[in-house]
């Protein structure tokens, strides 16, 4: 499967503690997304990478969160302390090169509940 | 502020009873309109992307349309298996896509 992949699916945290999810986004796909989505709502922008470099932070991203993109490839979003507001779907998705088409290829998700 | 607005938010259609969905956008400078199909615990698979008003795209029952305010995703003589929530993003800014809220389409066997 050459599709985006990440991991854990689900995750259940107890308030306070630190998370980490991974994505592996398309091989040949150099940009990145991070989103949160909450039931009922459409997928909401976190931050965005191209290649390693992090471009773009949304102003809603706290600074418990933080996201990485090492040597370009998998990117890790980690949410520290966290709280039961921070439970949602978080999706990453990635784009082809620049000049490509524009859509963006999801993932499944990770699931996370804050208990 | 750069804002996309979908409607209705829930649409329950009987087998074969065509519609239309809205998505009527807000922002300076599109760089694209899409839209995605998201079935229940899943991430959004994409459909299609629009660009310049007039501009119509379609796969198998489903069709899109954009104009300067708004794009309409009709699904002509709709299959059970259609059922899905349609999101509507549009590119913001340099890098970031705003997504609407999607409708939830329901079709009755």
């Known amino acids: 499967d050459t599709g985006v992949s990440q991991d854990p699916r689900h995750k259940i945290t107890k308030r306070g503690q630190n998370v980490t999810f991974r994505c592996d986004p398309i091989s040949e796909h150099n940009r990145l997304y991070w989103y949160r989505q909450t039931l009922g709502q459409g997928p909401e922008f976190l931050t965005y990478f191209q290649n390693e470099a992090q471009l773009e932070k949304s102003r809603l991203l706290s600074d418990r969160f933080s996201a990485e993109r090492p040597k370009g490839s998998f990117s890790t979003l980690e949410i520290q302390r966290t709280e039961q507001g921070d439970s949602a779907m978080y999706l990453c998705?990635?784009?082809?090169?620049?000049?490509?088409?524009?859509?963006?290829?999801f993932g499944p998700g990770t699931r996370l509940t804050v208990t | 502020e750069d804002q996309v607005t979908q409607s209705p938010e829930a649409l329950r259609l009987q087998e074969g009873e065509s519609s239309s969905l809205n998505c009527s956008y807000t922002v300076s400078g599109l760089r694209g309109l899409f839209w995605y199909r998201q079935d229940p615990g899943k991430g959004p698979e994409f459909l299609f992307t629009?660009?310049?008003a007039g501009e119509e795209k379609e796969k198998e029952r489903l069709k899109a349309t954009l104009t300067k305010k708004e794009s309409f995703l009709h699904i002509t003589a709709p299959k059970p298996e259609d059922s899905a929530t349609y999101l509507c993003a549009v590119g913001s800014g340099t890098y970031k896509y705003i997504f609407g809220t999607g409708t939830r389409l329901k079709v009755l066997a």
């Open positions: 629009l660009y310049s």
């Open positions: 998705a990635s784009r082809p090169s620049p000049g490509g088409p524009g859509e963006q290829y």
